[in-house]
């Protein structure tokens, strides 16, 4: 990629207009087509999770405490005087090669975490906990909304190492996972010409879109070319349609179609071709104040989503109904997100309690509850099934509040109210028990590599 040329004011990075900004990620697209299957790691739950590394309480302080320890670590240096508001995690998210862990904390710093050497238990250490250091860190100027890995993302090829963020009023930029640079800014701009971040972040499946939740309003970059289309997601006169309102604030994609969810207890499904709203599903007011994640089933058949304030999740039959198909309940009365993960037949979540639980979908009515660990002494904020690799990573922690006293002069030594409050701000990778499933591509995808074969052997000739 050419040289960028580089914004002092607003330290964005612009391409060149002669370059496209994803110019050598269609690449993968060619490498990846030469494979007739994928493997696929399926936990057995039955069994217990094994520790095997952890961040300890490294991060189990104040923002100010954890910015001046990474501050080595940190591409933006931190000013001298930050917040002494606790520094829990928000989310992890792993690469889709499952090689590294992002993290996002409330000191607004995006983390990356290389995969532990212990993963297999044939490792050197694998009865060992190792220590989780961030090989790197980027700070945002405001709070960090959400963030999103390149979909083809592989470290076998530089070019495909990004991902995104997106702050309140900034751009939405695409950081370099070597350099810690930006790459390009994508720039979202409301009626009154300022920068606005989106709620909501995610690249579709192939990587050329990019889709912004926003008030009444999905925005869709395109990638390479940086331009984009506003997609209004309320009902009109002109249009005479159905219309989401409310802030769209998560995205999750399937074939031929995509969901967004709103803080208005609404999630839309939308047509990934011309963008229409096929099917609006609306929450009772006893399931959830705003809907924060959904998430697709792998055969995309069925939805789960996610809600503020709400003890369960909720599962969707997508295909010919717009009710309720089942709830899993899980304690999770809070205003911060706790976002989930699915593989296969399971759902896995963290809960208020610092428990993961484990449902299994397939079983017939009743409890559908597999397994509940504990693996944190606070609220699980997020777990994450590794894509590719036998090891799930959770995150903990959430705000807390110190009372002072209202005499500053108070020779009371209780100026604190909050020192017999656990803190556990932490990241945890846990090893699983489970096998290894081949997927066959079907018959279509067995085509279109075949006649791509052809064509290369066309060029060739």
Known sequence: MQDMSVDPVTNTVDPPATETTLTNM??????TAYYNGTSVFIPDFSHPFQLISSTEDRYSHTIDHCLEQDRTLIQQTPGSIQSHENNYFRNVKWSPDGSCLLSNSADNVIRLFQLPTNVYEDAEDADRVLPMVPT?????????YDFAWYPAMTMQDPSTCCFLTSVRDHPIQLWDLYSGTVRATYRAIDHRERFIGPNALSFNPDGSKIYCGYENMI???DAQTLASEKRPTIATRKTKRRGQNGLISCFDFTDGYYAAGSYSRSIGLYDDTNHDLCLKLMLDNNQGSGVTQVKFSDDGLYLYSVSRQTNSVLCWDVRETENVLFELPRPGKTNQRIQLDVRSRFVVTGDTD??????????GEGDKLVSRTRVHEDLVSSVALNPVYPVVATCSGQRKFQLETDDDDSDDDSVLEDELVMVDNSIKIWRMKGEYEWHSYDAAMATD???YEQQQQQQVA
């Not at 269609?26 to 490498?31: L, M, S």
């Not at 610092?354 to 079983?363: A, E, I, P, S």
């Open 219 to 221: 925005e869709i970059f």
């Open 354 to 363: 610092g428990n993961v639980l484990v449902y299994d979908v397939t079983k």
């Open 136 to 144: 790197m860190g980027i700070r945002e100027g405001e709070s960090i």
């Open 26 to 31: 269609e690449t993968t697209e060619d490498t």
């Open 449 to 451: 590599m075949t006649t």
